[in-house]
């Protein structure tokens, strides 16, 4: 079975830094799907970015990047210029897109502050 | 694109009842739905997972007979909490994954999120 770990339960950020979320996963897939999701406190769940283990290339989307270390099996969130709206949960997930139900496995979450 | 609707958005309802939330695909035909329940502050757990004309396949621990799910259409899942108790209120949260051949179909794109609470 996967498991994804988010150890850091909390991180806090001064606005328009940088903040780095980290994640790990343990699985013996090769292929196989990564995601961050974001939560902000109306609970919607937002795609953030999303992560093909057979690309090398890390993915971007505007201000958000990731690590992605398939060896090491860590997959960190890199989010620059944080702002106020950065604020929320912020989940990783792993998907093994094997047969006709791809299940995500998240992580427990990590709380991000950003302040003023 | 990609969005997912849930209705309705909040229910408070008497311990003994039923409810029924609904989950649509508003721009995308979804051969999968997921249902999760969420606690504050805590990760999402997947209660089970439907797929359109078939019986839905429930997470262990997870009571079908209590939490009804039908997939009856490729843009329609709904929940149905039956004979609900004040143990049941939760946030649950359905997620929908594309038809196969439109593309980006690993990915699972989530609803708001229904508040319930039983009294």
């Known amino acids: 079975a996967q498991t994804v770990t988010q150890s850091q339960p909390e991180m806090s950020v001064q606005e328009a830094e940088t903040v780095t979320l980290s994640c790990t996963y343990d699985?013996?897939?090769?292929?196989?799907?990564l995601f961050w999701y974001k939560q902000p406190p109306s609970r919607q769940m937002i795609l953030v970015i999303r992560?093909?283990?057979?690309?090398?290339q890390n993915a971007t989307e505007n201000r958000f990047s990731v690590n992605f270390q398939k060896a090491a099996k860590s997959f960190s969130l890199k989010i620059s210029d944080s702002q106020l709206g950065d604020t929320a949960m912020y989940f990783c997930?792993?998907?093994?897109?094997?047969?006709?139900?791809?299940?995500?496995?998240f992580g427990k979450g990590i709380t991000l502050s950003v302040r003023p | 694109g990609a969005v997912v609707s849930q209705h309705p958005s909040r229910v408070i309802c008497k311990s003994g009842t039923s409810v029924k939330i609904e989950c649509r695909s508003l721009?995308?035909?979804?051969?999968?739905m997921f249902w999760y329940r969420q606690f504050p502050k805590q990760s999402l757990m997947l209660m089970a997972t439907?797929?359109?004309?078939?019986?839905?396949?429930?997470e262990q621990g997870v009571e079908k007979d209590k939490f009804l799910i039908n997939h009856a259409s490729l843009t329609l899942s709904t929940l149905t909490v039956t004979s609900a108790h004040p143990e049941d209120s939760s946030f649950y949260i359905c997620?929908?994954?594309?038809?196969?051949?439109?593309?980006?179909?690993?990915?699972?794109?989530f609803g708001p999120g229904t508040r319930l609470l039983v009294l």
């Open positions: 997620s929908a994954s594309p038809h196969s051949g439109q593309g980006a179909e690993e990915t699972q794109y």
């Open positions: 699985t013996s897939e090769s292929n196989y799907y």
């Open positions: 992560q093909e283990a057979y690309k090398q």
């Open positions: 997930a792993f998907m093994n897109p094997t047969g006709a139900n791809s299940k995500l496995t």
């Open positions: 721009d995308f035909q979804a051969t999968t």
């Open positions: 439907s797929n359109e004309g078939s019986k839905a396949t429930y």
